[in-house]
Nanobody, 123 residues
Framework: QVQLVESGGGLVQAGGSLRLSCTAS????????MGWFRQAPGKEREFLAT????????YYADSVKGRFTISKYSAKNTVYLQMNNLTPEDTAVYYC????????????????WGQGTQVTVSS
């Protein structure tokens, strides 16, 4: 059974930082790209960033480029999202995703999703 488990969400003041983690288990034996999305209340789910299997290629949405950094610890099948200079507009549920094809992650149709972790940024 495939599981993507996110952690690291919480309440932070504007200007602060958080690091989200997502650990994957049970993935079939293939090379997976992983990514992060978020969904704010009343809004559609938004792509944020993706990283390839080897961890040496990343792609970001313009909305977070320069503030968010995606990275990967392959030995633990874990992907991270470092979020800096947070604003109340970053308040959302953040989701991890995985798919063998990185482009499929970018367009929001990955094979696997996590359950999400809440991030709340206070002003």
């Amino acid at each position: 059974q495939v599981q993507l488990v996110e952690s690291g969400g919480g309440l932070v003041q504007a200007g602060g930082s958080l690091r989200l983690s997502c650990t994957a288990s049970g993935l079939p034996d293939r090379r997976y790209a992983m990514g992060w999305f978020r969904q704010a209340p009343g809004k559609e789910r938004e792509f944020l960033a993706t990283i390839n299997w080897d961890g040496d290629s990343t792609y970001y949405a313009d909305s977070v480029k320069g503030r968010f950094t995606i990275s990967k610890y392959s030995a633990k099948n874990t992907v991270y999202l470092q979020m800096n200079n947070l604003t109340p507009e970053d308040t959302a549920v953040y989701y991890c995703a995985a798919d063998p094809n990185g482009r499929t992650v970018v367009v929001g149709s990955p094979d696997y999703w996590g359950q999400g972790t809440q991030v709340t940024v206070s002003s």
